[in-house]
């Protein structure tokens, strides 16, 4: 995991331009919460939501992160409650309905919250997607 806090500490360089540390973040997809351990080290509240039993039990254990074990289903996900942030770093692509996962995910911030998505399947069909549907979320 080393190497991948090096690369999420650049991603939390661009997430703190539009969300300073304090605030709610939710990561959808978090795997085994190397993310969020780096963005609660920075000073986030952090929270996140991953299909895997493996990687939740891991982040809840070896982190202590507070990851929930579940297909992201929007509220239902974050009990209700609203966040400054919310991340989905290369989970987009395993949508089936991306355009709907980015309302349910966008369902949960708070009024001027901000949403992060990254991809690197540029030749994928979410790629495309996103580019062209993203204003219409």
Request: glycine content about 8%.
């Amino acid at each position: 995991p080393e190497e991948k806090e090096v690369l999420f500490r650049e991603r939390l360089k661009m997430v703190r331009r539009y969300a300073p540390p304090g605030g709610r973040l939710l990561d959808v997809g978090c795997a085994i919460g190397t993310f969020l351990k780096v963005a609660r080290d920075d000073g986030y509240q952090v929270r996140g939501v991953e299909i895997s039993e493996y990687a939740a039990q891991y982040a809840r254990k070896t982190y202590g992160l507070d990851v929930r074990c579940a297909m992201f289903d929007g509220p239902r996900s974050a009990g209700g409650e609203k966040f400054d942030v919310v991340t989905m770093w290369d989970v987009i692509d395993h949508s089936e309905e991306p355009v709907a996962f980015l309302r349910d995910a966008v369902s949960l911030l708070k009024d001027d919250g901000t949403i992060f998505v990254e991809t690197t399947m540029e030749d994928s069909l979410v790629y495309g997607l996103l580019h062209r549907s993203l204003r219409s979320v």
